[in-house]
């Protein structure tokens, strides 16, 4: 994929010498920072997320005791926990199976016996792929699948911005993403790879003038959904990485960033803080604006931060062969020379709000931090978040739609390593999970399979694998342009991932796998569920 984006990108460096400087609703601008203070230590989730919990845990709890009492009247509706959705990596192939798995889950959408969980949830977190989804469902006001798939992404998908020939047939987008990123440089800010990608995703993802171009993920905060408190609470991660050190690619130990409509931060120990997200840009030393009572807006973009989670031209930083010719040699001119628009490297670049703030060790003496794609840890599903004591989930819905074979297919590695992970940071609430001989030897990765069942000091993880039921959805990960039967076909597919093959007894055991941990009582047929679906 960054390949073929680099063919984009020096074509925008041809055209930018004469492109005007004009102003762009995709630069931040400047603002009088709040009353509130602008960076918190990680002790707990904030208090705007707390409260939007306060509201959403009772709207989300009647839902899924509707749900339960649809699957099986005997269920009790008396005592029900926090359920999670995660979405994977995967770029259009992770998108649009995590789609099917929430059409299938949305009882405004579908009628299946799985119909009405998604009412049900409180959490949803994606990452790169996942994190375009994610960020295309809440920044559009959570509309169904059914119309995105109809009115944006069927005809997005189908002409690409991401491939050149569709660019140059339109031209008044190529013109307005000069703009954008023009402008953002003139507002004082080097724009980097990010940037656009970032907005030529924009315009497959997102319904708003010119690409959504003025969405703003804090601005996911006044949508009417939102505000109701109809929706689960969304988060993005996107990875750390210490280019300071010559480093270019992360560790598999390396920082896990969190991106909400609130916050922007981590709970790992070497940050251990967070900052508002409306005011992400601003220059900030000790949690303070450098210079009193000036902050930035803006720079909070959706478009750049959905970019950011699926930031993979940092792989191009080290590993670039020295006898490069064509495209890759015109790549390394391209991130190298002077222009007038300058890209300073291939990371997402932001203004450290924990500048010289003393519980961000790791982190403190960097003026910048470098942020690259969530799932090049090798934990492609978006869980550290979740694990938080803090949030006190009981159950995470996990769709991993990982390229793990050379079919493009999950094999529960990307899943066994945030087990590994979590017991180093101390997270106990992650469940045992089995390495990748054990996944693949009892086909745990072409079926749903529960971890954690019988431990209820754990949190549920009910794995839901991308397999090819009724479409090859082991597409490459680089492709960017799907046919409209292409597009139906893969989403289709995610309904089968999310009912195992339209099982008609699956959402029964899914239901079982919900509310184990409750303590009430389960209808007999839960444990034949558990003796098949339950690793442990």
Same mark, same amino acid.
């Given at each position: ?81 926090? #359920? ?25 959408? &579908? ?9 049900? *949830? ?86 708003? @003038? ?66 508002? &997200? ?10 303070? @604006?450098?210079? %009193? ?44 020379? &002077? ?11 932001? %203004? ?74 101390? *997270?106990?609430?992650?469940?045992? #999970?089995?390495?990748?001989? #054990? ?9 749903? $399979? ?19 039921? $009724?479409? @090859? ?44 941990? $409750?303590?009430?009582? *389960? @209808? ?6 558990? $003796? ?5």
């Amino acid at each position: 994929m960054y390949l073929t984006f680099s063919l984009l990108l020096i074509s925008f460096l041809d055209f930018i010498s004469s492109a005007p400087v004009v102003t762009s609703g995709y630069a931040p601008v400047p603002a009088v920072c709040p009353s509130t203070p602008l960076v918190r230590t990680a002790t707990g989730i904030s208090s705007s997320e707390s409260a939007y919990l306060a509201s959403r845990l009772p709207i989300a709890s009647a839902a899924l005791g509707k749900w339960l009492q649809k699957v099986n009247p005997s269920f009790s509706t008396s005592n029900l926990p926090v #359920v999670a959705l995660t979405t994977s990596g995967g770029g259009l192939r992770s998108l649009l199976t995590g789609a099917g798995v929430v059409q299938a889950f949305d009882s405004r959408d &579908t009628d299946l016996g799985t119909s009405g969980l998604y009412q049900g *949830l409180t959490y949803q977190a994606g990452l790169s792929g996942g994190g375009w989804f994610l960020s295309s469902l809440a920044g559009n006001n959570y509309p169904t699948i059914s119309s995105l798939e109809a009115n944006l992404w069927t005809p997005a998908f189908a002409d690409s911005f991401l491939v050149p020939a569709n660019l140059a047939a339109a031209p008044a987008v190529y013109e307005q993403v000069v703009v954008d990123i023009l402008a953002k440089q003139a507002a004082g800010y080097s724009p980097t790879i990010v940037d656009p990608y970032g907005r030529l995703l924009s315009y497959q993802l997102l319904y708003g @003038p010119d690409g959504g171009v003025t969405d703003q993920l804090a601005s996911i905060t006044g949508l009417s959904n939102f505000t109701s408190h109809n929706v689960p609470f969304p988060i993005i991660t996107a990875l750390n990485v210490e280019t300071s050190t010559g480093v270019c690619l992360p560790p598999n130990n390396t920082v896990i960033y969190e991106f909400s409509p609130y916050e922007f931060g981590s709970f790992d120990s070497g940050v251990n803080a967070f900052t508002q &997200t409306q005011y992400l840009g601003s220059i900030l030393s000790n949690g303070a @604006p450098v210079i %009193p009572g000036h902050c930035e807006t803006n720079f909070d973009n959706l478009g750049f931060i959905l970019g950011t989670s699926s930031d993979v031209f940092n792989a191009l930083c080290t590993a670039f062969p020295a006898d490069a010719t064509g495209i890759l040699a015109n790549f390394s001119a391209l991130i190298n020379e &002077t222009h007038a628009l300058t890209f300073m490297d291939e990371f997402a670049i932001y %203004p450290n709000p924990f500048y010289n703030y003393p519980h961000s060790s790791l982190v403190s003496s960097q003026k910048n931090l470098t942020l690259v794609d969530g799932g090049e840890s090798n934990q492609n599903n978006p869980l550290f978040p979740l694990l938080q004591p803090s949030r006190n989930i009981n159950v995470i819905l996990v769709n991993d739609n990982s390229a793990d074979t050379s079919a493009n297919f999950p094999d529960g590695s990307e899943l066994y390593q945030t087990y590994m992970q979590a017991q180093l940071a101390g *997270l106990t609430k992650m469940p045992t #999970v089995p390495p990748t001989s #054990v996944f693949l030897a009892n086909g745990y990765n072409i079926r749903p $399979t529960f971890f954690g069942c019988n431990d209820n000091t754990k949190i549920t993880i009910v794995y839901l694998p991308n397999h090819n039921y $009724t479409f @090859p959805s082991g597409e490459s990960t680089e492709k960017v342009q799907y046919s409209p039967s292409e597009t139906q076909g893969m989403i289709k597919n995610g309904q089968q991932v999310a009912t195992y093959g339209m099982n008609g007894s699956f959402a029964e055991c899914l239901a079982c796998a919900v509310v184990k941990k $409750t303590g009430d009582t *389960l @209808p007999s047929g839960c444990q034949a569920c558990f $003796t098949t679906f339950c690793y442990d």
